[in-house]
């Protein structure tokens, strides 16, 4: 069975950074994406960032504009995003996904964490 175990997250000031962190396992498949999606009040679910095992290209959303990092490590079963220079508009529940294939894949996320809430006060 698929687990994702989520940590980090937090309050933090207009211009702050935190750290996600994602960590898959039980999964059997030799290629996979894994990388978060998130979620503000009242607004639609929308991807952030993405890496893939097969080619580790990173993926972000417009939105992100460099403030962003994703990487994975060495295993490639965790991700982290960096987040910096955050913005209140950058509050919301943010949830890792992970699925087989490449972030894009319809597979992508096909599994969901628990989600993690940041709060960025002006």
């Known amino acids: 069975e698929v687990q994702l175990v989520e940590s980090g997250g937090g309050l933090v000031q207009t211009g702050g950074s935190l750290r996600l962190s994602c960590a898959a396992s039980?999964?059997?498949?030799?290629?996979?994406?894994i990388g978060w999606f998130r979620q503000a009040p009242g607004k639609q679910r929308e991807g952030v960032s993405c890496?893939?095992?097969?080619?580790?290209?990173?993926h972000y959303a417009d939105f992100v504009n460099g403030r962003f990092t994703i990487s994975n490590d060495n295993a490639k079963t965790t991700a982290y995003m960096q987040m910096n220079s955050l913005s209140p508009e950058d509050s919301a529940i943010y949830y890792c996904?992970?699925?087989?294939?490449?972030?894009?894949?319809?597979?992508?996320?096909?599994?969901w964490g628990q989600g993690t809430q940041v709060t960025v006060s002006s």
């Open positions: 996904t992970f699925g087989s294939g490449r972030c894009g894949d319809s597979t992508y996320t096909d599994y």
């Open positions: 039980g999964f059997s498949f030799d290629r996979y994406a």
């Open positions: 890496i893939s095992s097969s080619d580790e290209t990173p």
